[in-house]
C-alpha cells in the first residue's frame, strides 16, 4: 500500500479539497438557507462554458484568457440571477434548472466538432485534484483567504447583497481544480449533514465532515485505482450520513 500511496500526489490534493472546502462550507449552508439548491451547479456549469469557449478560440489552457473567460460567463450568470431573484423569486429554482441545462448543452455544441471534446467534457465534471501542485494552488489560496475573510466580517444584509458575485467567483476557481461534481458535493454534502445540529458550532463540523471524506476519498482512488473526483463524492455521502447520524441534535432535550 505504501507503494500505491503516495504523499507527494496526496498532499497537495487533500490541501486543493481544504481549500475548496474553506469557502464552500460556508455557502453551501447559505444555499440551503436560500433554497436554491442546483445554484452551484448552474453556476459551475456556466464557468466551464466559459472555459470552452476559450478552448474553441485556441486561448492557452493556462493563460490568463481563460480565466477571465469562465469567471466573466459565471458574473453574468449570477447577475442574471440575482435579478430573476428579485424579479420572478417563486420561480427562481426551475430558472436555476433551465440555465444549467441550457450551459451543459452549450459546452456539448461548441465541443461538438472537437476531437479532444470529451476528454474536456470530463475534466469539467470530474476535475483535476491529482494533478494539483503546491505552487498552482497558491492562487486559490489567496482568493479563498480573501473570500472567507470577507463572508464570515460581512453582515447578514451584505452577504445577502454580494452573495450572487461572491458565489460565482468562487465556484469558477474551484470547478477547474475539483470538477463540477465536487463543486455541487463540497456545497451541499457536508452542508446538509449538519443541519441538525442545534447547539456547538455547524461551520466547523462541516468542515470536519468534507475533511475526512476528501482525505479518504483520495487514498481509496489511489489504492483501487479509480476516479479521484467520482470517490470523493461517494466517500463525502458516506462520512456526510455517519456524521448526521452521530451528531444531529433532533429529538434530544434542549
Request: charged letters at 10%.
Amino acid at each position: 500500500m505504501s507503494d500505491i500511496v503516495d504523499w507527494t500526489i496526496i498532499g497537495p490534493a487533500f490541501v486543493a479539497g481544504l481549500l475548496v472546502l474553506s469557502t464552500h462550507v460556508p455557502l453551501g449552508q447559505e444555499v440551503l438557507k436560500r433554497g436554491i439548491i442546483f445554484i452551484d451547479l448552474a453556476i459551475a456549469q456556466v464557468a466551464g462554458l466559459g472555459v470552452i469557449a476559450a478552448y474553441t478560440m485556441d486561448w492557452d489552457h493556462d493563460g490568463i484568457e481563460v480565466q477571465l473567460a469562465a469567471v466573466s460567463a459565471a458574473l453574468v450568470a449570477a447577475a442574471g440571477l440575482n435579478w430573476t431573484e428579485k424579479r420572478w423569486p417563486g420561480i427562481q429554482e426551475p430558472l436555476i434548472g433551465i440555465l444549467f441545462i441550457l450551459a451543459a448543452t452549450g459546452g456539448i455544441l461548441l465541443l461538438a466538432g472537437n476531437p479532444h471534446g470529451s476528454e474536456h467534457l470530463k475534466e469539467l465534471l470530474v476535475g483535476q485534484i491529482l494533478w494539483q501542485t503546491w505552487s498552482s494552488l497558491l492562487p486559490i489560496a489567496v482568493l479563498s483567504t480573501i473570500v472567507l475573510v470577507a463572508w464570515l466580517w460581512l453582515g447578514p444584509q451584505t452577504r445577502a447583497f454580494n452573495f450572487y458575485p461572491i458565489f460565482a467567483v468562487v465556484v469558477t476557481a474551484s470547478v477547474q481544480i475539483v470538477g463540477i461534481y465536487l463543486v455541487f458535493a463540497s456545497l451541499i454534502i457536508p452542508a446538509l449533514a449538519t443541519m441538525g445540529i442545534r447547539r456547538g458550532n455547524r461551520l466547523i463540523a462541516g468542515y470536519v465532515v468534507g475533511s475526512v471524506a476528501y482525505l479518504l476519498g483520495i487514498i481509496v482512488s489511489l489504492v483501487l485505482d479509480l476516479p479521484t473526483g467520482a470517490v470523493i463524492v461517494w466517500s463525502m455521502a458516506a462520512v456526510a450520513l455517519l456524521a448526521g447520524l452521530v451528531m444531529s441534535d433532533k429529538g434530544r432535550p434542549a
